[in-house]
């Protein structure tokens, strides 16, 4: 620094002093060593920042990474330390110790829901099967621990979860609307430690997905801004958190009924492109964007 608070190459640096409050970080260890078990997993930093800062082409998914991002955190998850925050919910909820020893799995096929009528959540299932996606695409084993269940049934519920709240699945505001309304049921009912297992996966999507908008579509950004808004008022509204509740139970009701039951709130008009899909081609192809599989 000169004494006009500029380093050598003329860049201003004058407010590196403010921000940092003067601290220099300084090590002895010869590889990178934090107090976060996060920041220490070389995986975890890859993931993250491949998600973040990518853009898209025809060789990846908006899921693609999701997979690499389940096993590196698993591989950090004290498992006995969140079983013992199932234990002590349970006993302070007796709602949840319910669910959990109810261990309900659903089996929603395409034969159960052919006749349903239309606006209602079966229509809405009868539609995204016959797209060819799957309800029950993942964890197709026993559920042993709750930690295990919780995980299995949270991924069965989630495309019924873009039909109920009317999100929509694969657009990029409907997801980001659904992360913010999931984070914040999660966290208004289970403890925060728990919690913040439980909500990691949506607060890793809802970080990555709007950096990566920021950083190469910003034409998305309006609605991505108003899905975390309309998320959040949904969110608060919710006595607890959406794969909590039986969808099966509900095919044949209207969703607008469905709503109503679950006092779910009016939330306004929408800002910005809802519709809006990140492009799968690389700019310049000739060919259309296709839409991406849901989460």
């Known amino acids: 620094m000169d004494e006009i608070g500029k380093s050598q190459d003329g860049r201003p640096h004058d407010d590196l002093d403010y921000m940092t409050g ?4 300084e090590t ?38 999701i997979p690499e991002f389940n096993e590196a955190f698993e591989a950090v998850l004290d498992h006995a330390e969140v079983a013992r925050f199932f234990r002590e919910d349970a006993a302070r909820v007796p709602d949840l110790a319910a669910w959990l020893g109810e261990r309900y799995l659903g089996d929603v096929t395409l034969d159960r829901v052919k006749d349903c009528m239309p606006d209602t959540l079966g229509f809405g299932v009868k ?36 039909i109920v709240t009317g999100f929509p699945g694969t657009a990029l505001a409907g997801e980001i609307a ?6 914040t049921a999660i966290h208004n009912y289970f403890q925060p430690r728990l919690a913040k297992e439980i909500a990691l996966q949506s607060a890793y999507l809802l970080s990555t ?38 969808w099966e139970d509900y095919l044949d009701w209207p969703l607008t009924r469905l709503r109503a039951h679950l006092n779910f709130p009016e939330l306004g008009e929408r800002v910005g492109d809802w519709a809006w899909v990140e492009p799968q081609e690389l700019p310049g192809a000739p060919s259309p964007a296709r839409p991406l599989a849901a989460e």
């Open 28 to 65: 002895s260890c010869s590889i990178l060593r934090s107090t976060s078990k996060y920041l220490n997993s070389p995986v975890i930093r890859d993931v993250l920042c491949n998600e973040a800062l990518r853009t898209s082409g025809p060789d990846v998914l908006s899921t693609s990474l």
């Open 22 to 25: 003067g601290r220099r970080f």
């Open 127 to 162: 539609g995204l099967l016959e797209q060819g996606f799957k309800l029950y695409f993942g964890r197709l084993g026993p559920a042993v621990s709750d930690w295990e269940y919780l995980r299995k049934r949270r991924g069965q519920t989630h495309d019924m979860e873009h």
């Open 209 to 246: 997905w709007t950096m990566r908008a920021a950083l190469h579509f910003p034409e998305a950004m309006p609605a991505v801004c108003d899905g975390m808004e309309k998320g959040s008022i949904l969110g608060k509204r919710l006595r607890r958190p959406l794969f909590m509740e039986r």
């Open 178 to 183: 659904l992360f913010v309304a999931n984070i």
